[in-house]
């Protein structure tokens, strides 16, 4: 089963250590272990832009549609064979220490 990990800032988390910042060995892990589907960072929240349509009208709008201390700063794709899986996984990044890791499994649209 496939599952999303939303990597995401969080101002209460402990502060970032770029020595105990071991995202190199977790990529290389998950490739290794066959789980990587794809993952990536993302551009700052000041370079989002949300759109939303109502009526007839396109808005776009310049930042994130909410304003939030917590921003998500990338993300991972992997398939893991269990939930459980997918926690260990998630709990052994190191955003989980210096973040936060939310885990939602992919909801496949049916046929």
Same mark, same amino acid.
């Given at each position: 089963?496939?599952?999303?990990? +939303? =990597?995401? *800032?969080? %101002?209460? @988390? &402990?502060?970032?250590?770029?020595?105990?910042?071991?995202?190199?060995?977790?990529?290389?892990?998950?490739?290794?272990?066959?789980?990587?589907?794809?993952?990536?960072?993302?551009?700052?929240?000041?370079?989002?832009?949300?759109?939303?349509?109502?009526?007839?009208?396109? +808005? =776009?709008? *310049?930042? %994130?549609? @909410? &304003?939030?201390?917590?921003?998500?700063?990338?993300?991972?794709?992997?398939?893991?064979?269990?939930?459980?899986?997918?926690?260990?996984?998630?709990?052994?990044?190191?955003?989980?220490?210096?973040?936060?890791?939310?885990?939602?499994?992919?909801?496949?649209?049916?046929?």
């Amino acid at each position: 089963m496939q599952y999303l990990l +939303l =990597i995401c *800032d969080d %101002p209460e @988390a &402990e502060p970032y250590d770029p020595a105990r910042d071991t995202i190199g060995d977790w990529v290389a892990d998950n490739d290794a272990q066959g789980r990587t589907i794809t993952g990536n960072r993302l551009r700052p929240p000041a370079d989002a832009k949300t759109v939303r349509v109502r009526g007839d009208e396109t +808005l =776009i709008t *310049d930042g %994130p549609f @909410a &304003e939030t201390r917590e921003t998500i700063a990338g993300f991972d794709l992997l398939e893991c064979g269990s939930l459980a899986e997918a926690l260990d996984v998630a709990a052994r990044h190191p955003m989980a220490r210096f973040g936060r890791v939310e885990v939602r499994a992919v909801w496949p649209f049916e046929g």
